[in-house]
């Protein structure tokens, strides 16, 4: 088989306390590409972004594979490319470097008021679907329930502290960065040198996935999109 015909591994890593079901609507070509969903594992005690990124690089049973991080998993992914050789790396809906962080994070950080958000929240997502009143407010709490399943308190202080403090002051020059123009956590006007989705917010993952389906196998196989 050339190098042409072969398979290409794609590896997707969700966002912050999220599983991989956020790619469900995601589809790739089964004769051009092999996807494969990664998911959280809870980090060691005060362990670092470092060594969390070598334990997920266990899980890449590929060369030359695909990664593409959703948010949080946007970093942990360039991360994991420190130590991998990539055919592509693309990050949807997160940051490049410290300084796409929006100020409110980064006020977080310097005042470690980042230590003072309740994740143990998380753990009456369940409780409140039942409680909901109103059609919108009861299909946001169904969407909390079915993606955001990882409610571990260690794994989520632990995220929450390394996302705010991430520690990288420049960019790669070779990654692909995909970002909606309405993005409420990580607001487009800190992203530079970005694909811009029209409309796409924080989770359009979920709700602009045709955009993705038409656009990720070019990304993929030429690093553009075609015009």
């Known amino acids: ?65 695909v990664l593409i991080g959703v948010s949080f998993g946007g970093i942990i992914v360039q991360e994991m490319a420190k130590s991998l050789k990539l055919r592509r790396l693309i990050i949807i809906s997160s940051v490049k470097c410290r300084g796409e962080l929006p100020k409110r994070m980064r006020f977080a950080a310097s005042t470690g008021l980042f230590k003072l958000i309740p994740t143990s929240l998380l753990d009456y997502v369940d409780h409140f679907e039942k409680i909901a009143v109103g059609d919108f407010i009861k299909k946001r709490a169904k969407l909390y329930r079915q993606y955001l399943s990882v409610r ?42 970005c694909l811009i989705v029209k409309g796409g917010t924080h989770i359009m993952i979920l709700n602009r996935y045709r955009w993705f389906n038409k656009n990720l196998p070019e990304l993929i196989l030429t690093g553009k999109i075609k015009k």
């Open 1 to 65: 088989m050339t190098e042409e015909n072969q398979l290409i591994h794609v590896y997707f890593m969700p966002g912050m306390a999220a599983n991989s079901s956020i790619f469900e609507f995601i589809k790739l070509s089964e004769s051009r590409f092999k996807t494969h969903f990664l998911e959280w594992i809870i980090p060691t005690a005060d362990e670092s972004l470092e060594s969390y990124a070598l334990r997920m690089n266990k899980y890449i049973k590929h060369k030359n594979v």
């Open 152 to 193: 571990n308190q260690r794994y989520l202080n632990w995220a929450i502290k390394n996302m705010v403090l991430w520690n990288c002051a420049e960019a790669r020059k070779d990654i692909i960065h995909i970002h909606g123009d309405k993005d409420e956590i990580f607001p487009i006007k800190y992203i530079p040198e």
